[in-house]
T-cell receptor, first 111, second 112 residues
Framework: RKEVEQDPGPFNVPEGATVAFNCTYSNSASQSFFWYRQDCRKEPKLLMSVYSSGNEDGRFTAQLNRASQYISLLIRDSKLSDSATYLCVVNFRATRNQFYFGTGTSLTVIP | IAGITQAPTSQILAAGRRMTLRCTQDMRHNAMYWYRQDLGLGLRLIHYSNTAGTTGKGEVPDGYSVSRANTDDFPLTLASAVPSQTSVYFC???????????FGPGTRLTVL
């Protein structure tokens, strides 16, 4: 079983739609959680960290469910510029220097 | 330099050749990392370094070596390249082993 699993998509949504991605992780002793965004042929860039209480940044909301071992990302009012691949990243307590990346979920926002 | 840089941007290499990918950061981050990204597999950690003078093995270290002589530089060496090492290589750095990582622009390596 992979340490971090994501639905690869692709998700094709119209502008203005709300879309949600989930990511599951295998190790209950996970410590840090992040969502990264990666544009085609570019490096990943941090979108937001995910905190236990959940957090929001503009149109983006991240949630953590430790009991079910998943994190989620909600994007409201989708923009064309949101088209990218979204990577779920988990850092495990036992191997704190190692970050495990999901394979990414592809999002295309359609005009 | 602003952030983290990698060189070369891309490279085509004959199998069996030695190759060093360079990575430099100017953020004075303690931790640095090398990943490879392959279609369908996502990013996988090759080697990491918590601080200058120390290195550790990641998920896929075989065929690769690293050194961390100072804070800023973290080169990745392929001693004898093989076609399965064809990939996009990303270097990253972070302030600590648990905080967000900043990535370089990547090196596209093709081994023929």
């Amino acid at each position: 079983r992979k340490e971090v699993e994501q639905d690869p998509g692709p998700f094709n949504v119209p502008e203005g739609a709300t879309v949600a991605f989930n990511c599951t992780y295998s190790n209950s002793a996970s410590q840090s959680f992040f969502w990264y965004r990666q544009d085609c042929r570019k490096e990943p860039k941090l979108l937001m960290s995910v905190y236990s209480s959940g957090n929001e940044d503009g149109r983006f909301t991240a949630q953590l469910n430790r009991a079910s071992q998943y994190i989620s990302l909600l994007i409201r009012d989708s923009k064309l510029s949101d088209s990218a691949t979204y990577l779920c990243v988990v850092n495990f307590r036992a191997t704190r220097n190692q970050f495990y990346f999901g394979t990414g979920t592809s999002l295309t926002v359609i005009p | 330099i602003a952030g983290i840089t990698q060189a070369p941007t891309s490279q085509i290499l004959a199998a069996g050749r030695r190759m060093t990918l360079r990575c430099t950061q100017d953020m004075r981050h303690n931790a640095m990392y090398w990943y490879r990204q392959d279609l369908g597999l996502g990013l996988r950690l090759i080697h990491y370094s918590n601080t200058a003078g120390t290195t550790g093995k990641g998920e896929v270290p075989d065929g690769y070596s690293v050194s961390r002589a100072n804070t800023d530089d973290f080169p990745l060496t392929l001693a004898s390249a093989v076609p399965s090492q064809t990939s996009v290589y990303f270097c990253a750095s972070s302030d600590s082993g648990e905080s967000e990582q900043f990535f370089g622009p990547g090196t596209r390596l093709t081994v023929l």
